[in-house]
T-cell receptor, first 110, second 114 residues
């Protein structure tokens, strides 16, 4: 399983775009990149998933360069309610084991 | 809407007690998971199950066992609770490849072992 490395914490202000980068140097050919969001006292919630290039949904965008050794979660115009821990995961879709790591704690200030 | 329900939000138990944490999902998912979450350590996989009566050890199975008698229910058992098992426990379920292995989590059970 590919190990991921993310910043421990980030601060931002309301209305700004936030980019959280995740390194996964040992990503395998069959691996996908998945991001989850976790609010205090709740379980993680799926945000976005991708394999290469760019994926966008109503919540976020995911940018994956050609070598796939890193990925960037982009949150447009964050609000206070985006304060949460964000986890980057790498694994193949058929795998059962998922490594969550420590995640990135994002704190959005007014 | 997808729903994973954990039987208790908070539990306080004494050292040596046998503890049952229950998890029920209503999505007919085949795969279910138990994690524990501790500050600074993220989520660590304890056990997972890919079918009824099937189970596999995760990364930290010591001190735990699981039971999956029905597809919708996955139980985590602490045979003899210890203080180092004080933690947040999270249950999840997912469908495999067709649904991109996206996991759906319950709200968690915060267990304190005194």
């Amino acid at each position: 399983l590919a190990k991921t490395t993310q910043p421990i914490s980030m601060d931002s202000y309301e209305g700004q775009e936030v980019n959280i980068t995740c390194s996964h140097n040992n990503i395998a050919t069959n691996d996908y990149i998945t991001w989850y969001q976790q609010f205090p006292s709740q379980g993680p919630r799926f945000i976005i998933q991708g394999y290469k290039t760019k994926v966008t949904n109503e919540v976020a965008s995911l940018f994956i360069p050609a070598d796939r050794k890193s990925s960037t979660l982009s949150l447009p115009r964050v609000s206070l309610s985006d304060t949460a821990v964000y986890y980057c995961l790498v694994g193949d879709l058929g795998g059962f084991k998922t490594i969550f790591g420590a995640g990135t704690r994002l704190f959005v200030k007014a | 809407d997808v729903k994973v329900t954990q039987s208790s939000r908070y539990l306080v138990k004494r050292t040596g007690e046998k503890v049952f944490l229950e998890c029920v999902q209503d999505m007919d998912h085949e795969n279910m998971f138990w994690y524990r979450q501790d500050p600074g350590l993220g989520l660590r996989l304890i056990y997972f199950s890919y079918d009824v009566k099937m189970k596999e050890k995760g990364d930290i199975p010591e001190g735990y066992s699981v039971s999956r008698e029905k597809k919708e229910r996955f139980s985590l058992i602490l045979e003899s609770a210890s203080t180092n098992q004080t933690s947040m426990y999270l249950c999840a379920s997912c469908e495999p490849v067709e649904a991109k292995n996206i996991q759906y989590f319950g709200a968690g059970t915060r267990l304190s072992v005194l």
